[in-house]
């Protein structure tokens, strides 16, 4: 996978771009962020000829053939990641210049999921911040955003099923049923959001929405967490249960950018990066979880 591609959670495009973001150069050439990106001493798009086998003029050629290629492919990313964020980004790329904004400074939570994205949930030792916490605040980022993304769902995040289930049906007002086929050592089965909305008010059906949080590295292997079979036990089957997952990273078919299921196949609808920065709100956030929204304001989650 080329070193700038938008896909890429070793190396981030966007992460990449912020981080040699200056304030004293708010404009950027391709050939700028060819030196910026080392993309010169990327050997992903390496000419596969022997040069050896050339003369210099030959080798010249190529090495101008080869570094054309690599600014072509770099601007198709930079518009490819403009198109698919929806020009929701502190920069923008037209006319083969990249524009910082200098008055849009990204906000820290969408710098916190570009830190989850490329590390994982690991604890952090020099943040002070275990596996667990990284967890949590990402449910509660989710959770905002999903918020303000569906605001006609009622919606509650889960601690512990076991305890809070039946409390969060009442509140839900979705009916409740019984937990007895949940693993006794199952902390929420998979869900760590529950989203509910009535077809209308007077209603006795509706849509509930599974939500599973995966900030880790290993998001790929967790479609398969919630069993909905066992969920309709839990809380009734008069309702429509789907399935969502929310990640830090970017979630695309390469050709249509659109959501594809290659790797996800059973995880029903993907929140991914592009939608947590189209709908956080670290206002909200402040309000409802402070002391999450203190912690992503105190650290630096680019450097």
Same mark, same amino acid.
């Not at 003369?55 to 053939?65: A, G, K, M």
């Not at 690599?70 to 492919?73: A, E, L």
């Not at 820290?108 to 570009?114: A, E, G, N, R, V």
């Given at each position: 996978m080329p070193k700038f591609d938008i896909l890429n959670d070793e190396k981030i495009l966007e992460l990449e771009l912020l981080i040699y973001r200056s304030k004293n150069n708010l404009f950027k050439t391709i050939d700028d962020l060819i030196i910026d990106l080392d993309i010169y001493s990327s050997s992903e798009f390496e000419a596969n000829e022997d040069l050896n086998s050339f003369? +210099? +003029? %030959?080798? +010249?050629?190529? #090495? =101008? *053939?080869d570094i054309e290629l690599? &600014? %072509?492919?770099l601007k198709k990313e930079l518009n490819n990641l403009i198109k698919v964020f929806d020009y929701k980004l502190p920069f923008k790329f037209k006319d083969d210049i990249l524009e910082y904004n200098v008055n849009d400074i990204p906000n &820290? *939570?969408? =710098?916190? @999921? =570009?830190y989850l994205a490329k590390n994982g949930a690991s604890a952090d030792k020099e943040k002070n911040i275990i596996s667990d916490d990284f967890g949590k605040y990402f449910e509660h980022i989710t959770e905002i955003a999903l918020k303000k993304s569906r605001p006609d769902y009622n919606i509650k995040r889960i601690e512990n099923v076991r305890n809070e289930l039946e409390k969060i049906c009442y509140e839900l007002g /979705? @009916? #409740?049923?019984? /937990? %007895?086929? =949940?693993?006794k050592n199952a902390q929420d089965a998979g869900v760590d959001l529950i989203a509910y909305r009535k077809t209308h008010k007077n209603a006795l059906r509706g849509h509930i929405i599974l939500v599973q949080c995966a900030a880790g590295k290993n998001y790929q292997k967790k479609d398969k967490d919630i069993n909905i079979d066992h969920w309709k036990e839990y809380i009734g089957d008069l309702y429509t249960h789907s399935k969502m997952i929310s990640i830090p990273n970017i979630y695309l078919t390469r050709e249509r950018h659109e959501l594809g299921g290659s790797t996800l196949g059973d995880a029903g609808e993907i929140f991914d990066r592009i939608c947590l920065l189209q709908f956080i709100d670290e206002t909200k956030l402040k309000e409802q979880y402070k002391e999450t929204y203190d912690i992503i304001q105190k650290y630096e989650w680019i450097r």
């Open positions: 003369n +210099e +003029e %030959d080798e +010249e050629n190529v #090495f =101008l *053939s690599k &600014k %072509d492919q &820290k *939570s969408y =710098l916190f @999921c =570009l /979705i @009916c #409740f049923h019984s /937990i %007895d086929r =949940l693993n």
